[in-house]
């Protein structure tokens, strides 16, 4: 339940900074959906706990819908800053893979109301460590690697790095000694890197370099 609170609380802080920031990214479409992606959310963890402590509801179908938008909101993110044709398509092609596998998944394997798509939130994870460092290349090619620490992308890119690339070794190590604590304590502080770098972008990126 403390969790539950925390991210609520956390995903308000992360609201109330892109709104008092909001001059910050103002002229980018793509920082401008993020804001209303933390929106989203946020109404997700409020749904998840009301469901879930109150109405005593199966959450899952809040959360595999909260992974799948999640996806392809980061997919249409990274996209936005990358003009090499060949990655571009390679990460449409990763996005087609990963629906395409997802309504498989949701068909015939499994139960979307009732059960958690795990396989799907780590095949995501796999693609989206790919995107990133796709994201990556072409920064390393631009005149923005030169400020990297005043512009919001670099430092959203870095907390779903941090956070993908650890979610997938902790989720094996809980599941093989069976101690699902592990996962979430794990988790949780991987959540907290995230948005720690979130903030710190929100805080320290310049609008100029914002686009």
């Known amino acids: 339940m403390l969790q539950k609170y925390f991210f609520i609380c956390n995903y308000l802080l992360l609201i109330a900074l892109g709104i008092y ?3 910050k990214i103002i002229d980018s479409p793509p920082l401008k959906m993020f804001l209303f992606f933390l929106v989203y959310s946020f109404f997700t963890e409020v749904a998840g706990m009301c469901c879930a402590f109150y109405f005593k509801v199966n959450t899952a179908f809040i ?4 992974n799948i938008v999640s996806y392809l909101f980061y997919t249409y993110f990274f996209l936005s ?5 060949n990655k571009r398509r390679l990460i449409k092609i ?5 629906i395409i596998l997802f ?4 068909l015939f394997f499994q139960k979307y109301m009732n059960q958690i798509f795990i396989s799907n939130i780590i095949l995501g994870k796999i693609l989206m460590i790919v995107t990133v460092m796709l994201y990556y290349t072409e920064l390393l090619k631009s005149d923005l690697i030169l400020n990297i620490k005043e512009s919001l992308f670099f430092w959203i890119s870095l907390g779903i790095f941090i956070y993908s690339i650890g979610f997938i070794p ?3 190590i809980a599941e093989y000694i069976s101690y699902q604590g592990a996962f979430r304590y794990i988790t949780f502080g991987l959540n ?3 948005s720690l770098c ?9 609008k100029q370099y914002n686009m």
């Open 81 to 85: 800053k990358i003009s090499s044709q």
């Open 170 to 172: 902790v989720f094996v």
């Open 94 to 98: 990763f996005t087609i893979i990963f």
């Open 103 to 106: 309504l498989i998944n949701a």
């Open 192 to 194: 907290i890197l995230m």
């Open 198 to 206: 979130f903030i710190t972008g929100f805080l320290i990126s310049k």
């Open 21 to 23: 920031h909001y001059k």
């Open 63 to 66: 959360y595999n819908s909260w």
